[in-house]
Structure formats: structure tokens, C-alpha cells
């Protein structure tokens, strides 16, 4: 079995309703021809996830996601989203631990943790965020902090569980810092990560674990990317509000 290339975008916090439909009138104007293998997930604001679904309800191998959840099921807690709502309107994944979650809004390893549980309770299917920042990276320390930021949002998890689970690598230090991450430094980490999931749930498990790239994506080098063994696909942010980029992007992964 394939393990399944992924084109996930992350349209953050941009782009108004009319720009929104704009964008996926033009992505989904022709046939996106994705292989048996492949897919796209569209991570777009909370009030455009009916726009979006809408959208790609008869394209295949198409998916939406959320850009978070909240952590519990339901209650009074005024302006967030549960994963209960996301799975009732069709919603098929959810973004969790992003780099900005982290920094900005302070998520733990713990409360991700928590997220990933409920998410996966409701049936959505986890894009889960892991990566270093640069202080990190010059350490030399980036190994351990990923393999720890693993460990302690997933390794709870049954290997059955694990299994339903998408990683997205994010090299903090290469994004908006004039630094590059190299195709090499992407497969470099997307194969340490993978064998830190071998070493906790076995090859076969960890052979069949989506490993996403999110560091700079463009249409320009997403092929090579991609072409590096260990990397699944990428999850996406400013290419993804480009219909002519993104299309790139997605023809980019492998077959």
C-alpha cells in the first residue's frame, strides 16, 4: 500500500467571502486529475467551511479541514468551534498544534493532546503540527524537541488510533526568516521523524504514516519536494491562496 500524498492548504486568517468563492471557482474550474494515491485538503476559515464543502463535495479525493477545534465536546465556551460541529457539517480534517497556535494562543503538548483525542473520537482526521524554531535548530537540539512534542500530544494513542493520524513537519526557523530549508534538511527530518514512529509503534505503522513538509511550499519547488522519499505532500499557507499556485502544487506530488 501507497502511503497517501497529501496537497494541504492553509488559507489562515485571509481572504473575504467573495474572495473565498473567487478562489475555489478557480481551483476546482477543471478536473483536478489526482491519482489514486493523492489528495487535497482545503484548511479554511471557520465561517467559509460550508463554501468550501460545497465546492468540493463531488471532486475526488478532496477534503476540508478546520483550522482548529476546541478540546471539549460541547458547553459555554463562547466563540469556539468543537470537533462535534466540524464532523456534523461533513467536515473531514482538523489543523492542530500549528506553530502559530502554539506561539500565539500558548497550546501545549498536553492540551493537543486532548484535541487530537476528540478530534479522533469524532471521526476527523488530525493534520498534527510538530517543528523547531531557529534558537532550536542552531542548538542542534531539533531531534529531541520534535521527537518530544510527539511523544507527548500522541504517543497515548493505541497503534490503530496512531494510525488515522497526518504529521505536518514545520520548520519554524525557515519561515519569513530569509532562511531556507533545503529539499535535503526537509528529507533529513521527515526520516528522523519517521523513525522516531518506528521505534514507538513499528515499521509498518510508522511506513504508513502521512509525513507533510510545511516550510514554503511554492508551485516552483513543491515536485522536488515531494520527491524526496519521506516527504507525503505539504501542508501549505501562502501558495494556497493562489488557484494557479496551489494547482501547482497539488501536480507536484508524487504518483
Known amino acids: 500500500m501507497n502511503r497517501k500524498q497529501i496537497a494541504a492548504a492553509n488559507w489562515k486568517m485571509n481572504l473575504t467571502w467573495q474572495q473565498a468563492e473567487e478562489l475555489l471557482a478557480q481551483l476546482f474550474q477543471h478536473p483536478l486529475n489526482l491519482g489514486a494515491d493523492q489528495y487535497v485538503s482545503l484548511g479554511v476559515p471557520f465561517p467559509y467551511l ?25 458547553g459555554a465556551f463562547t466563540g469556539e468551534t468543537s470537533a462535534e460541529m466540524l464532523q456534523s457539517m461533513g467536515v ?17 503538548n498536553q492540551l493537543l493532546a486532548e484535541k487530537v483525542d476528540i478530534a479522533l473520537a469524532h471521526g476527523l482526521t488530525p493534520i498534527f503540527c510538530c517543528g523547531e524554531a531557529l534558537d532550536i535548530r542552531e542548538a542542534g537540539t531539533q531531534n529531541d524537541f520534535v521527537a518530544n512534542q510527539l511523544k507527548e500530544s ?6 490503530e488510533a496512531f494510525e488515522k493520524i497526518v504529521i505536518a ?19 533529513e527530518m521527515h526520516a528522523y521523524l519517521r523513525s522516531a514512529l518506528a521505534a514507538q509503534y ?54
Not at 480534517?93 to 500549528?98: C, F, T
Request: net charge neutral; glycine share 12%; with cysteine.
Open 154 to 159: 500522541l504517543y497515548h494513542l493505541t497503534p
Open 169 to 187: 513537519y514545520e520548520p519554524i526557523w525557515a519561515i519569513g526568516t530569509g532562511k531556507t530549508a533545503t529539499s535535503e534538511q526537509a528529507q
Open 50 to 74: 460550508s463554501l468550501a464543502l460545497n465546492a468540493a463535495k463531488n471532486v475526488q479525493h478532496t477534503g476540508v479541514a478546520a483550522q482548529n477545534c476546541y478540546n471539549r465536546k460541547n
Open 92 to 108: 473531514q480534517y482538523v489543523i492542530l498544534g500549528h506553530s502559530e497556535r502554539r506561539e500565539y494562543f500558548n497550546e501545549s
Open 202 to 255: 513499528g515499521t509498518e505503522v510508522a511506513s504508513r504514516i502521512s509525513i507533510l513538509y510545511g516550510g514554503s511550499v511554492k508551485g516552483s519547488n513543491a515536485k522536488e519536494i515531494f520527491g524526496m522519499p519521506d516527504v507525503d505532500g505539504g501542508l501549505v499557507g501562502g501558495a494556497s491562496l493562489k488557484a494557479d499556485e496551489f494547482l501547482q502544487v497539488i501536480a507536484g506530488l508524487k504518483s
